[in-house]
């Protein structure tokens, strides 16, 4: 049985030429997109002359390129997409969230002619704590073909906010060629190159359950717990795992730096943050202390 939300109902109950376009481009394309069923939307593209302009999500209108010059390649690589998700695991029903993402209410009707502005503001969430940004926006050119709307071109992956977007949307944060470190380091990045965004801070935390008691007697038990209370932490600012840039970590005892590197390999993904490491007298009994700077887009 499948989940029903407002996300799901149709805006326009009594138009039926947008009714029609919302069901096209919003619950037809989810449904089949979900399921890797490309023929279930197939007749809903004009062939003869499509084409998709690519935005790459950038504001600059010369890095967009006519990467869709034909529907078939724009089936490619709408079934890579598809098959892409089907391969990733989710904390949260990913069809759900994509409904949830999507916005369609602007749709301009001129006689068998429409532009339909469809946009995507949300978030995936892996069960690795990887978070996937739906941002960006697509314009749909529709025409009434043999009484129905179908789709005759359209310019996609545009940013979101064209008028706020950075003029090059690389990676939160990413490991600049030629970066190096000795051989043996640890886990983490020698240096990171950090684009623009809101930066959160978490105070540093540690192997605590809600009402304050310490959890875990040894150092993986309270390296796990501490990260898991971190992850909680960013998730409230809109941030996850592999939007950390920077980790200070505070230990008890550094002859267990090694145990507490194989649970921090495991949870924190690459490229791993820049991260300082040090010897302290903590308080109660913990055995380890974690803050983290993250970067939100």
């Known amino acids: 049985m499948q989940l029903m939300t407002?996300?799901?109902?149709?805006?326009?109950?009594?138009?039926?030429?947008?009714?029609?376009?919302?069901?096209?481009?919003?619950?037809?394309?989810?449904?089949?997109?979900?399921?890797?069923n490309w023929e279930m939307v197939a007749d809903d593209f004009i062939a003869a002359g499509f084409f998709g302009i690519d935005g790459r999500k950038l504001s600059n209108i010369d890095s967009w390129r006519l990467t869709f010059p034909t529907l078939d390649s724009y089936r490619k690589e709408w079934l890579r997409q598809a098959a892409d998700m089907a391969g990733r695991t989710f904390r949260c029903?990913?069809?759900?969230?994509?409904?949830?993402?999507?916005?369609?209410?602007?749709?301009?009707?001129?006689?068998?002619?429409?532009?339909?502005?469809?946009?995507?503001?949300?978030?995936?969430?892996?069960?690795?704590?990887?978070?996937?940004?739906?941002?960006?926006?697509?314009?749909?050119?529709?025409?009434?073909?043999?009484?129905?709307?179908?789709?005759a071109a359209f310019s996609g992956y545009l940013p979101h906010d064209?008028?706020?977007?950075?003029?090059?949307?690389?990676?939160?944060?990413?490991?600049?060629?030629?970066?190096?470190?000795?051989?043996?380091?640890?886990p983490y990045s020698p240096l990171l190159e950090v684009n623009p965004g809101t930066i959160v801070v978490i105070s540093g935390q540690a192997a605590l359950d809600?009402?304050?008691?310490?959890?875990?007697?040894?150092?993986?038990?309270?390296?796990?717990?501490?990260?898991?209370?971190?992850?909680?932490?960013?998730?409230?600012?809109?941030?996850?795992?592999a939007d950390v840039f920077k980790a200070n970590v505070f230990?008890?005892?550094?002859?267990?730096?090694?145990?507490?590197?194989?649970?921090?390999?495991?949870?924190?993904?690459?490229?791993?943050?820049?991260?300082?490491t040090v010897g302290v007298n903590l308080l109660m009994s913990f055995k380890i202390e974690i803050e983290m700077w993250a970067v939100r887009r």
């Open 6 to 36: 407002d996300a799901m109902t149709n805006p326009f109950p009594n138009d039926l030429d947008r009714r029609e376009i919302w069901t096209m481009l919003v619950q037809r394309d989810t449904d089949a997109f979900i399921a890797q």
């Open 162 to 186: 064209l008028a706020a977007a950075e003029p090059d949307q690389k990676p939160v944060k990413h490991l600049p060629a030629g970066a190096v470190q000795h051989d043996g380091a640890g």
């Open 251 to 276: 230990m008890s005892d550094l002859s267990e730096w090694e145990r507490m590197n194989q649970v921090y390999v495991e949870l924190m993904p690459e490229p791993r943050p820049v991260r300082t």
């Open 93 to 151: 029903d990913a069809r759900l969230a994509i409904y949830e993402a999507t916005t369609l209410r602007d749709i301009e009707i001129t006689s068998d002619f429409a532009l339909a502005h469809k946009k995507f503001d949300g978030w995936l969430e892996e069960t690795d704590g990887n978070r996937i940004r739906l941002l960006w926006q697509s314009l749909y050119v529709c025409r009434k073909s043999a009484g129905r709307w179908k789709i």
């Open 210 to 241: 809600k009402k304050g008691a310490v959890v875990g007697e040894t150092i993986e038990e309270q390296t796990r717990i501490s990260l898991q209370n971190c992850f909680a932490q960013l998730q409230a600012a809109g941030c996850g795992p």
